[in-house]
């Protein structure tokens, strides 16, 4: 299966211009329609009481559609614009999972920094509540395109395979694909009886044709152990399991694992929960 049916989430923002490039980047490689999904939130700046007008919040919408259709029409790319309405943050939230849950990709911006007037905790409610793959921008840098050199945190564990073949369609399509495999020294060989087990051989039916190494990390270096061989391997993408890097919770909880990717990645991340 490719990936035809990309969401991209789009704000009035300053980092909305990457996230797009990026998408449009990724939706010209597969051949995929594009869709733009206008998200913002309701209250002004920080307050928990001030309420933009709809008015306004129909302006920036208008303003945001129409780079959305300035940017995708010389790309060739078939496009199409929704506009999410709600009096309160949570249904805005809610509206963009139930958007996401029904393309093959999702594109979304790192939340951290960036000033942009988007309700918190969207990408992490996405990720957990879509069922779909998320990818995530981060809110410093350029990424003019993702999934050339890919690197996929593989732990053995439901994540990490839903991960891994959430992201097959790229995959196929990557120029080189590193598989890290992440385990803790104190975890076990596994279950007793089991034949040879290999991703790389699983990937390679998908003529996919992966490097291979094995890490035996801590819980507090796993995240550190991803996102600097990332940088090692120049990857523009990294593939792993949301809400369990090693198979089960580090770095405070289940929770704990997404967040600190979500808040220290250096590069586009994919995550699957």
């Known amino acids: 299966m490719d990936l035809k049916d990309l969401l991209v ?16 980047a990724i939706a010209r490689r597969h051949g995929a329609r594009l869709t733009g999904l206008f998200a913002e939130s309701t209250t002004l700046g920080a307050s928990l009481v001030g309420r933009r007008t709809r008015e306004n919040i129909e302006r920036a919408a208008a303003e945001v559609r129409a780079r959305f259709e300035a940017a995708c029409a ?79 945190a593989w732990s053995g564990s439901r994540e990490a395979a839903r991960a891994l073949h ?24 596994g279950p007793a009886g089991l034949p040879p087990l290999d991703i790389t ?10 490097a291979y190494d094995h890490w035996v990390v801590g819980d507090l ?18 593939v792993l399991g949301a809400y369990g890097l090693l198979g089960h919770g580090l770095l405070g909880g289940e929770r704990g694992t997404t967040r600190a990717i979500l808040e220290m990645m250096t590069t586009p991340v994919l995550l699957s929960a």
């Open 9 to 24: 989430h789009l704000d009035s923002g300053p980092r909305t211009a990457e996230r797009l490039a990026l998408a449009i």
């Open 74 to 152: 010389p790309a060739g790319l078939e496009g199409r614009f929704w506009a999410l309405e709600g009096s309160e943050d949570a249904e805005v939230i809610d509206g963009a999972v139930v958007c996401a849950r029904r393309m093959d990709l999702a594109i979304l911006g790192q939340q951290r920094g960036d000033g942009a007037p988007v309700p918190e905790g969207l990408v992490e409610r996405v990720i957990a509540g879509s069922g779909r793959p998320v990818l995530v921008v981060p809110s410093i840098g350029s990424y003019p395109d993702a999934g050339r050199r890919v690197l996929v």
């Open 166 to 189: 959430d992201a097959l369609p790229i995959l196929e399509r990557a120029e080189q694909v590193t598989v890290l495999s992440l385990r803790r020294a104190s975890d076990g060989t």
């Open 201 to 210: 051989d699983h990937l390679r039916v998908h003529g996919v044709n992966a």
């Open 221 to 238: 270096a796993a995240v550190d152990a991803v996102l600097n061989r990332a940088s090692d391997e120049g990857a523009d993408l990294a």
